[in-house]
């Protein structure tokens, strides 16, 4: 037996019939529905009440995560060289790997003779970030790292959010030393 669909026939032996439910009697009185989730709720509730202590989920912002691992993305920094200048060459390797297109550079002529480019201007809309991870994984320079452990920001307004070349030379790393293992 077939049957016709847009996309073409399929043959019964293909289709899976699956039950539908809520059609019983009870179902349709909703309320031993409703009578279930309560009584799911108060079960935890109770048990969390008996037990405080071993909660599961933190009392944040009181409570601060203290398991955060050095694997986790939190938000970018750039990294610098040993004589604290700036690792990142400005290859634009980063932003082209970038699949939320939310790296923006400009790059210019480095002066000090330890590469060809630099970043005149260097942003990331951390709005559009998805933190992925792409952008570290990208950087032959080790320039660009998400080891800060900073997992919460808060702004008024949109442009608090969009990091300048600045605030990310400033983000500390939270696991490792600061300094890039990008040739110096
Ligand atoms: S983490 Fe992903 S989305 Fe965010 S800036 Fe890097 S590459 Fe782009
Ligand atoms: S952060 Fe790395 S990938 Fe991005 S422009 Fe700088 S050197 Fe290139």
Known sequence: MSQ???EGSITSDHIKVTKRHGNSFRDKLYLPAIYDGVKVTFKHLFKNLNNINDIETLRYPEEQPTDITQRWRGLHR???????????VACFMCSTACPSNCIF???????DGKDEKMPASFFIDTLECIFCGYCVEACPCDAIR????????????REDFV?????LLSHKGAFAEEISCARN
Do not use: P, V
């Open 78 to 88: 750039l990294t610098h060289r040993a004589d604290n200048s700036i690792a990142c």
């Open 163 to 167: 990091m300048n070349k600045e605030q």
């Open 105 to 111: 550079i400009e790059a210019t002529q480095r002066q």
């Open 4 to 6: 016709h669909t847009r």
């Open 146 to 157: 998400m080891d800060t452990g900073i997992f919460s920001l808060t702004g008024n307004k």
